[in-house]
């Protein structure tokens, strides 16, 4: 089992900055490739962005290539998604959740998911 919690969501003005974070805990090592999800109202789930357990592969969608970056710490098993020049449609809830799959890009491919954190960009 492996558990996740996000946090660094809010309320942020269009162009602006939030950092989320990820930690997990539990069988961390058995889900070494971590991913970003989002969900807007109405919409379906995802891929905002994935990372290798290295950190050496990355995987973005091309929406936010350029403005997210996804980086992790293993040492403190957390994941990071820094999202710069943020856009109204970058509102919705965000997730992150622990690769099973053989895919990077569907959300089929994870099975440990966290509770969410709320991101809403006014304009």
């Known amino acids: 089992q492996v558990q996740l919690v996000e946090s660094g969501g809010g309320l942020v003005q269009a162009g602006g900055s939030l950092r989320l974070s990820c930690a997990a805990s539990?069988?961390?090592?058995?889900?070494?490739?971590m991913g970003w999800f989002r969900q807007a109202p109405g919409k379906e789930r995802g891929l905002v962005a994935a990372i290798s357990w290295s950190g050496g592969s990355t995987y973005y969608a091309d929406s936010v290539k350029g403005r997210f970056t996804i980086s992790r710490d293993n040492a403190k098993n957390t994941v990071y998604l820094q999202m710069n020049s943020l856009k109204p449609e970058d509102t919705a809830v965000y997730y992150c959740a622990t690769k099973a799959g053989s895919s990077w890009y569907g959300p089929s491919g994870y099975d440990y998911w966290g509770q969410g954190t709320q991101v809403t960009v006014s304009s």
């Open positions: 539990g069988r961390t090592f058995s889900r070494p490739g």
